[in-house]
């Protein structure tokens, strides 16, 4: 999650850049484009295959729609008139969309108070950090898609969890196969802006290129594996730790302020994370060998024979706890 938060907390540095020579609909298509490149060598490089079936591609274009090219594309629209602090507060509400949908599909049954205060907390932390109160553009139409996006990711972590992990196909070949659609969709916006010429500079084409390999690619595989382990909630609850990422690369980086109150923010926003991955015990959580937190996916896979856990594993029931 710590990894996912770094790489995920760059993206609105490497937009703002690249947003300086590309429309939003060629940083669209680019970032999907790269990341499902590189999934897919790291795909074959492990000699794993793309998912099969009519249905399951369905899903996937799905799920690539709302995870991708909706949200990716509202971004970079976004971030043409609204700073970056204000779009890393609209972000963090991504975990109290995914609860409220969570709740409404039957997905997050008996939400526990510790749970839904660390949710509110975050949120609380994040309006700590960035004053959203202090700065202009928070009702623009830039706003409104920037918090578009939070909610259509936490349409597309629900749908994911729901028809695509845990099905017996690998996260990685999810994961690659959805960039790959999302790639296919975006592809279809490109007369929306997407043909015009412009001069790319240097600095715009290397911005693009890490949004693409490193904050879409490698960022959205180990999404994958946290819905795979944890759920789509407690997947979503990283957008919590973005803001914590972006000041704190800001203030080493690029020397901006670092006040009293941000720090005090960055403090609540941890405490809240913290209490959002909270999990009930379970009995079965002490068989030796239970990764805390893991669930009853990875209880099974313990009792299992070696031979049945391993195949079990490399097939997403409860893939990466690396991640």
Same mark, same amino acid.
Request: charged share 10%.
């Given at each position: 999650?710590? !990894? ?77 008139? !609204? ?66 996006? $939070? ?17 017996? !196909? ?5 994961? $690659? ?11 279809? =916006? ?54 914590? !990422? ?16 941000? $720090? =005090? ?24 060998? =239970? ?15 070696? $031979? ?16």
């Amino acid at each position: 999650m710590g !990894v996912l938060a770094l790489l995920w907390g760059s993206t609105f540095l490497w937009i703002k850049l690249a947003l300086e020579s590309l429309t939003p609909v060629q940083v669209t298509l680019i970032r999907c484009a790269l990341g499902a490149a590189t999934l897919t060598v790291l795909l074959f490089g492990t000699r794993k295959r793309l998912p099969r079936g009519r249905a399951t591609w369905k899903h996937i274009f799905v799920a690539a729609f709302f995870c991708n090219a909706l949200p990716f594309g509202l971004f970079s629209v976004g971030e043409q008139t !609204v700073d970056s602090g204000i779009a890393g507060v609209l972000n963090a509400t991504t975990p109290l969309w995914s609860v409220l949908i969570g709740l409404a599909i039957g997905t997050e049954r008996g939400l526990r108070p510790i749970r839904l205060a660390g949710l509110l907390l975050g949120f609380a932390g994040t309006l700590l950090i960035f004053a959203p109160w202090h700065q202009a553009g928070l009702a623009s139409w830039g706003a409104l898609a920037l918090l578009g996006a $939070a909610a259509s990711y936490a349409v597309g972590f629900a749908y994911m969890g729901h028809h695509l992990v845990g099905k017996g !196909v690998p996260t990685l070949s999810l994961s $690659a196969a959805q960039l790959m659609a999302a790639t296919g969709l975006t592809t279809l =916006a490109l007369p929306a802006g997407g043909l015009e010429t412009i001069h790319v500079d240097p600095m715009a084409l290397i911005a693009v290129a890490l949004l693409g390999i490193f904050a879409t690619g490698v960022t959205f595989h180990l999404t994958y594996r946290i819905i795979a382990d944890e759920g789509a909630t407690n997947a979503a609850t990283v957008g919590y730790l973005l803001p914590v !990422v972006s000041v704190g690369l800001g203030a080493v980086v690029l020397d901006e302020a670092f006040s009293l109150r941000v $720090a =005090a923010g960055m403090v609540v926003v941890l405490l809240g994370v913290g209490m959002t991955r909270r999990q009930k015990r379970n009995p079965g959580s002490d068989v030796p060998g =239970a990764p805390a937190g893991s669930g009853s996916a990875s209880q099974d896979l313990v009792r299992m024979p070696p $031979a049945r856990a391993e195949a079990a594993g490399d097939h997403g029931v409860c893939g990466g706890r690396s991640a």
